[in-house]
Every structure is written in structure tokens, then in C-alpha cells.
Nanobody
Framework: QVQLVESGGGLVQPGGSLKLSCAAS????????MSWYRQAPGKERELVAT????????NYADSVKGRFTITRDNAKNTVYLQMSSPRPSATAVYLC??????????????WGQGTQVTVSS
């Protein structure tokens, strides 16, 4: 059974820090590109960060660049999002996403259920 289970969400104050985790099972994690998305009420789902299969390349939305860090541990089948000094605008449901990196298409895609992050003083 394929599963992506997020954890680590909650309430954080501006200037604080929070680390999200996404534990994967039921597929070969090291063959999948991993991403974090977020969705706030009334807004479209937004791509926050992406990391390649080996962790060699990362990409970030401009709004979080320099403050958020995505990492992965293929031995633990887990991807992380370190959030440093998040702003109130970072409040959203954060979702873990996996996409197969191989060929040919169509590529398999999986979504987690999401974890709530609230930035407030």
C-alpha cells in the first residue's frame, strides 16, 4: 500500500522554526522526485520546494528562498522541510508529493494528506 504521511505541523511563532517530515512507504522512494506543496484557504495550491532523487538539486519558490530548506534521507524513506523564521503568510496546509523520475511517461504520482502549519504570535 502506497503511503505518504506528513508530521511535524503545528503552531509556530514568527521568528521561530519548525521541521516537517514526510514518511514514504509502498514504493521505491529513491526513484521518486519529492516536493512540498502548500495551500491556504481561498488560494491555489503552491509549489514550495522540490528535491531530486539523490538530493543533488533543490528548487524553491521565491517566497521561501533563503528561509526554507528541503532535504531527504533515502535510507529512511523520508523527506523534510525545515522552516526558519516563517512569516504569517506561510500559514497553510503543507502536502508531500512524490513523482516518479523515470521514463517513459505517464509517471506515477502520489499525494499525502497534508499537515497544518499556523504562524502566529
Amino acid at each position: 500500500q502506497v503511503q505518504l504521511v506528513e508530521s511535524g505541523g503545528g503552531l509556530v511563532q514568527p521568528g521561530g522554526s519548525l521541521k516537517l517530515s514526510c514518511a514514504a512507504s509502498g514504493f521505491t522512494f529513491s526513484n521518486f522526485r519529492m516536493s512540498w506543496y502548500r495551500q491556504a484557504p481561498g488560494k491555489e495550491r503552491e509549489l514550495v520546494a522540490t528535491i531530486t532523487t539523490t538530493g543533488g538539486t533543490t528548487n524553491y519558490a521565491d517566497s521561501v528562498k533563503g528561509r526554507f530548506t528541503i532535504t531527504r534521507d533515502n535510507a529512511k524513506n523520508t523527506v523534510y522541510l525545515q522552516m526558519s523564521s516563517p512569516r504569517p503568510s506561510a500559514t497553510a496546509v503543507y502536502l508531500c508529493h512524490a513523482e516518479h523520475a523515470g521514463l517513459p511517461p505517464p509517471r506515477l504520482r502520489y499525494w499525502g494528506q497534508g499537515t497544518q502549519v499556523t504562524v502566529s504570535s
